[in-house]
């Protein structure tokens, strides 16, 4: 099996192995309503992780993102208020996509300008605006447009319209990743950004729309936040270290230039059905956080799989006597 | 003593060149032009300010003071797309390769946006390029499988591919066996020949007189002159690099003792690029490795040291030799001087002084506290004698010239005292004439205290001036010993190429 494709594959196994088992115990898990609310439950997280890939990508980490989600939230419950009705709405969203557009503008300064490494840079991001949120919001307040939250939430049968359309962005965004120039040259930039600069690609604009693209991302996520708790609260966000993990069970590699969208939207949904079916079963919710450990370990372990077999396969050699000829030894040489 | 030539103009042109790296000043108003349809020579020893001059030329660097006109066009900042835009093409000495990426992505990047053929068809792009340049290289291999040779052709390659007006080289041929070199000559000729202007900036002051019409020296970032290459000869340029005559470009050597005792044996070793391999160092002896490239020298180097995995038996000082892991040679006295020095051999953003003693920090330590004078004391004399030059025993080591570099990591066996075997990998690779020189000192002093040394070299000149013996290994096997009496470069070239004539079983060497 091609590399690449394990960490879809794998994912879509655990989505549908979750669930038939959840199915098998408990009837509803499959009916409509459930995997209606599952979807629009995983809309927040599909979204962040997305934008979470495309910092990964050129090398680096969002954390802010969650922290982002909130202020937009809270932005959303003074800009769309209830009392606004259709295209009253459009400024409103605007400045929400705004705050996330500042946001990323502000992290891509801070790594490409001031040179700082881009988890330190958005960990103050993350602090300035929780700060934020709470000014703005001391507790939660401010009901949100329901018009707004309701289209947002839109469906046909049980699918939401908006989980269609990730779908679709993910499967655009990795033809264009793997199949363009343009996506060759992202790739190119985050695996070797000196290299990349030599061969005279734009290197800080880049790394700058990888920024700017994750917070617009995590501003967009935000919407979906908000049709799921409808209040301005500033204490919600919590998704920064689960971005992170989708887009790395998705298949992104932690040092740049490797990553699939679609990966990390399966990845995404696993998740959040995780913490889906734990009410099921009626356990306590620290057994989701560590089967989502577990998993991740296990996941990066199986992602490696061929490294690792290579390698035990040379050191059994090593032991072994050995054969004049049929002498292979993996990719460890140098020259 | 610089005569007008014929009327061709200029396609670079620096004047005034200054740039200064915190308290070192790498260049101090350098002007230096190169004319359309010229091979321009850029010698001089490491450190002398040549890669910061190809920096700035190709607007990697931002000069302090200075103007660089590409084409007749000023280059206005430094940005290394609008250099290429103006037409610069560069072949960096450290290659400008996206390792993750295959070799046919890697040539796909390297060409203007515009010229790129649509991506469905990079492959058969890439492999007509290849062809068209007569390399013999798989378009679907991932760049990091090439070996060095090959990736130094891919990086010249890369750079032609922007059909440039001027194309910068520096140090072009540090991997490649001697037809490699002459493949690559001819392809800077043709280009040349086409109009292009090219800046060559190496250490092999034979292979570019060869080739070159003017010659610019540099010393200590300053311009020495630009010649005719016809008014010069590998001596005067010497002299002006270094700023003396150089006599004596090799330690001199003892009588080689026939009966000193046997302190390296190896028997049968074979690993997956070699052997199986005997072989005897005796006390005393430099035993060289000549061979083209690829040709498992490297690799039978780095399964002595235990780097890489190999079977048969070794022995060192009469005792087995394990060399499952480095720690066992490490143990036996068996010291590796890797040549990927960035990598391997150093660790790059550490002080001089730690790279310096980071192997024998418990000689220098007194009840598990390393104490800093005592560490001081011992690394001073070494700088001395190494003559290292440096600002700083401070200063992180990656911010020193490749040949002060290397001399620190031969600061190692020196230190350690108890070193039976020093196993030299193309020591003096990236490193100048006069640096060359305090390092074969170095090694021959470690020689005649007693250590037996393999020096694994694509330099002929080298093998045959340093060592005592050499060996000429061809398809991962001993092909043929050359003894003392016998050594030359003509003759060890003359091995190479008879090794290598014969028919061919693996894979063989690059184009």
């Not at chain 1, 800009?79 to 503008?105: D, E, H, K, N, Y």
């Not at chain 2, 010229?115 to 990079?122: F, G």
């Not at chain 2, 890439?126 to 891919?154: C, H, K, M, N, Y």
């Not at chain 2, 199986?276 to 000549?290: C, S, Y």
Request: glycine content about 10%.
């Amino acid at each position: 099996m091609k590399r690449s494709l394990l960490p879809p594959v794998l994912m879509t196994v655990l989505i549908v192995a979750l669930g038939a088992y959840s199915e098998a115990r408990h009837s509803e898990f499959l009916g409509n309503l459930n995997l209606n609310s599952l979807l629009l439950e995983a809309m927040p997280l599909i979204l962040v992780s997305l934008g979470q890939a495309s910092a990964l990508l050129v090398g680096g980490f969002d954390v802010s993102v969650a922290a982002l989600m909130t202020t937009c939230v809270v932005t959303a419950s003074y800009t769309m208020t209830p009392s606004m009705s259709g295209f009253a709405l459009v400024p409103g969203a605007l400045a929400v996509v705004g705050v996330g557009l500042a946001t990323g503008v502000f992290n891509a300064f801070l790594i490409r300008v001031l040179r700082l490494p881009s988890i330190v840079a958005t960990l103050g991001t993350l602090s300035i605006l929780e700060g934020v949120s709470l000014l703005l919001r001391s507790y939660p307040a401010g009901p949100i447009n329901s018009d707004a939250t309701t289209a947002l939430n839109s469906s046909v049968s049980f699918v939401p319209l908006a989980f269609i359309g990730v779908v679709a962005l993910a499967v655009l965004a990795d033809r264009w990743l793997y199949r363009t120039r343009t996506g060759l040259a992202l790739r190119a930039v985050g695996l070797d950004a000196t290299s990349s600069r030599r061969l005279g690609m734009p290197t800080g604009r880049t790394i700058l729309l990888a920024f700017v693209v994750c917070s617009v991302m995590a501003a967009i996520a935000g919407f979906y936040l908000a049709a799921e708790v409808q209040i301005g609260s500033p204490i919600i966000g919590n998704q920064a270290l689960e971005s992170i993990a989708a887009a790395v069970l998705g298949g992104a590699s932690l040092a740049g230039g490797r990553g699939s969208f679609f990966g990390t939207l399966l990845a995404a949904l696993f998740l959040t059905e995780i913490d889906n079916v734990l009410p099921l079963f009626q356990q306590p919710t620290e057994y989701a956080d560590m089967a989502i450990g577990a998993l991740i370990l296990l996941a990066l372990v199986l992602y490696q799989a061929p490294d690792l077999i290579a390698r035990a396969r040379t050191a059994r050699r090593r032991v072994q006597p050995l054969p004049a000829k049929a002498f292979d030894l993996g990719s460890s040489s140098t020259n | 003593m610089s005569i007008p030539g014929p009327v061709s103009p200029a396609v670079l042109s620096l004047r005034g060149v200054s740039k200064a790296f915190g308290a070192v000043q790498a260049l101090r108003d350098v002007t230096v032009d190169c004319r359309a349809g010229e091979i321009h020579a850029l010698v001089g020893e490491n450190g002398s300010g040549k890669s910061t001059l190809l920096g700035i030329a190709s607007g990697f660097v931002s000069p302090d003071e200075g103007i660089v006109e590409i084409g007749g066009a000023r280059l206005p900042r430094d940005s290394p797309a609008l250099a290429r835009r103006l037409g610069l093409g560069i072949a960096y000495q450290d290659y400008s390769h996206v390792l993750g990426l295959s070799v046919a992505e890697n040539l796909y990047l390297a060409l203007p946006a515009e010229d790129r053929p649509s991506y469905r068809r990079m492959h058969a792009w890439a492999a007509d390029t290849l062809q068209g340049f007569d390399l013999d290289i798989a378009v679907t291999a991932p760049t990091d499988s090439l070996s060095l040779a090959e990736r130094q052709l891919l990086e010249v390659v890369k750079a032609l591919l922007t059909h440039p007006k001027v194309l910068l080289l520096d140090e072009p041929t540090t991997a490649l066996g001697p037809d490699a070199v002459d493949h690559l000559h001819a392809l800077v000729l043709e280009q040349a020949r086409a109009g292009a202007g090219i800046v060559y900036v190496t250490h092999r002051l034979p292979e570019v007189l060869g080739v070159a019409d003017r010659v610019t020296v540099l010393r200590d970032g300053v311009g020495q002159g630009t010649f005719e290459i016809a008014s010069v000869s590998e001596e005067s340029l010497v002299a002006l690099m270094i700023g003396r005559p150089l006599e004596v470009a090799f330690p001199e050597r003892r009588a080689p003792h026939a009966d000193a005792d046997v302190l390296l044996s190896v028997s049968g070793l074979h690993g997956e690029r070699f052997g199986p391999i005997d072989l005897a160092v005796r006390k005393g002896e430099i035993l060289g490795i000549a061979g083209a490239e690829g040709n498992g020298q490297v690799q039978f180097l780095r399964a002595l040291a235990g780097v890489e995995h190999a079977a048969g038996s070794a022995t060192c000082d009469g005792a087995a030799l394990d060399t499952s892991s480095p720690l066992g040679p490490l143990r036996a006295g068996v010291v590796l001087l890797s040549g990927d020095r960035r990598s391997e051999a150093l660790f790059p953003v550490l002080s001089v002084r730690a790279n310096a003693t980071v192997q024998v920090l418990r000689r220098l330590a007194r009840v598990g506290v390393v104490g800093r004078r005592r560490e001081r004391t011992a690394m001073e004399e070494l700088v001395r004698r190494l003559r290292v030059r440096m600002a700083s025993a401070e200063q992180p080591i990656q911010s020193l010239s490749g040949g002060n570099q290397q001399k620190v990591s031969l600061m190692r066996p020196f230190l350690r005292g108890d070193v039976k075997v020093i196993l030299a990998e193309e020591p003096t690779q990236g490193v100048d004439v006069g640096a060359r020189f305090d390092i074969y000192e170095a090694l021959r002093a470690k020689a005649d205290e007693g250590v037996a040394t393999v020096v694994k070299s694509s330099d002929p000149i080298e093998l045959a001036g340093l060592c005592d013996r050499v060996i000429v290994m061809s398809r991962g096997r001993i092909v043929e010993e050359i003894p003392h009496g016998e050594l030359g470069e003509r003759r060890i070239v003359e091995a190479i190429v008879g090794s290598r004539a014969r028919p061919a079983t693996g894979e063989g060497a690059p184009a």
